[in-house]
């Protein structure tokens, strides 16, 4: 794999056709290692002798916010550098000279800024329903299995399994049991496809990572923020919403809350932040398990917007559906104020149509002109109407952000309530798997607590 990858990065000096293979722009270790393992097969078993480049669909800038993906491909010992990021190659460019064939893995629809590229794909390998309206006109392979590399696992061992070496099965072997949790049947992600190549991998190469270790080691990397910078941090699963002219990010923080708070320069990074991406707000909540393994939740608002924070934290603290159960935590940080969260089941997923009203009924209200610092006190009666009018207008669910968000939140195919293919694969986020941690440490809680009595 990695002398092929050599090769690919020299193919792109050359001024030839090329036949790109591309992920989906959240590049997940299940499409990182499926675009490089297809591209791999159809390098080797191309009678032509053409090359297959593999793209990963994100600036070089943004691999480490994948932390799983940068431990495997450390595990594995394939360098980053000789990797081939959307930022450095034009595909554009290529198509518009008629230099370009494209072949999508682990997604078929393109964003619209990559609308005029759908003339060049030639072929689609996907694991997730078919988007109809959307689906290109060429020949289309899609199972709803658990994992797009099993699908690329399927390809190669039916097409050419001597092409298989060591390096690309242990890619494949790891992705599928990461995406598949563990292939745990509890769960309900794995299919009869996704065990089959997993065992079809494991004989073939006796001496693969014992399954429960690999899936701790990626599962343990998922989370881990050490080493990133503090805006890093704020992007590696980060959601906007947006009103009247006003932007919220809301983040997922996998650390205590008193380790950020304390990291240097912090106030400097969140305006640094703030100001570069033009949000007048930022909700961190925090994420982690403490030592008896039970889920722990704190809240950091950070604005200079005085009015804005005063509703912002009114909206949260006043909360019944649902409550958040929120004690203050004292911090000498100006323009930010911290919670502990005692309502640990309250996830963003729930906090964001919370936010989203309230944000659309104050600023109805009050007309606080976006971009610039409030420095007029809110009465507590006008707060006080405003919090009552966005009580009632609270939505139960979340409609799109009015533009798409600046990074794509990093998925996380992992743990879910019910069999995904029910509804088609979940688009799964970090947070979202913490949420099912914490349903089942609660869980696991009470049925001890239960039998002791």
Request: proline share 6%; aromatic share 4%; net charge negative.
């Amino acid at each position: 794999m990695e002398d092929y990858l050599q090769g690919c990065r020299a193919a792109l000096q050359e001024s030839r056709h090329l036949h790109v293979v591309l992920g989906n722009e959240a590049c997940d270790l299940d499409s990182m290692v499926s675009a490089l393992a297809l591209a791999f097969y159809l390098t080797k078993t191309n009678e032509a002798e053409e090359v297959f480049i593999p793209v990963l669909n994100i600036k070089r800038s943004e691999l480490p916010l994948r932390g799983d993906n940068v431990f495997f491909l450390q595990k594995i010992q394939i360098p980053e550098t000789i990797l081939i990021f959307r930022d450095e190659i034009d595909l554009h460019a290529l198509h518009q000279a008629g230099q370009l064939t494209l072949i999508l893995v682990d997604h078929h629809v393109l964003p619209k800024s990559d609308a005029a590229l759908e003339e060049a794909i030639v072929e689609v390998l996907d694991h997730r329903p078919i988007e109809q309206k959307h689906c290109p006109l060429c020949h289309v392979s899609v199972e709803l299995v658990g994992s797009c590399a099993t699908l690329v696992a399927e390809r190669i061992l039916q097409g050419a399994p001597e092409i298989l070496d060591r390096q690309t099965a242990a890619l494949l072997h790891g992705t599928i049991i990461l995406d598949c949790v563990n292939m745990d049947i509890k769960i309900g992600k794995a299919t009869p496809k996704d065990n089959e190549y997993v065992e079809k991998l494991e004989a073939l190469f006796p001496d693969l990572p014992k399954r429960n270790d690999i899936f701790d080691s990626l599962q343990k990397a998922k989370f881990d923020v050490s080493g990133l910078t503090t805006e890093q941090i704020l992007r590696k699963d980060q959601k906007t919403i947006h009103r009247q002219g006003t932007k919220v990010a809301i983040s997922a923080v996998y650390m205590d809350l008193e380790a950020f708070l304390q990291r240097p320069n912090l106030l400097a990074d969140l305006g640094a932040f703030c100001q570069a991406h033009s949000y007048d707000a930022l909700v961190a909540m925090t994420i982690f398990f403490n030592t008896h393994n039970e889920p722990v939740r704190q809240l950091a608002i950070f604005c200079p917007h005085v009015a804005l924070r005063m509703m912002i934290c009114e909206v949260l603290e006043r909360s019944h559906s649902p409550p958040l159960k929120l004690t203050l935590v004292p911090n000498t940080h100006p323009n930010l104020q911290a919670y502990l969260q005692g309502n640990t089941q309250v996830s963003r997923k729930k906090l964001l149509p919370l936010l989203q009203e309230a944000l659309s009924t104050y600023f109805d209200s009050t007309k606080i002109p976006s971009g610039q610092p409030e420095t007029v006190g809110v009465s507590r009666e006008q707060v006080d109407k405003d919090l009552d009018r966005a009580g009632h207008a609270l939505i139960s669910g979340l409609s799109q952000d009015e533009e798409d968000p600046p990074l794509p939140p990093t998925p996380m195919n992992s743990l879910v309530d019910e069999c995904p293919l029910d509804q088609g694969l979940p688009k799964l986020s970090a947070e979202a798997v913490f949420e099912k941690c914490s349903q089942i440490s609660l869980s696991q809680s009470t049925t001890a607590s239960l039998s002791n009595k």
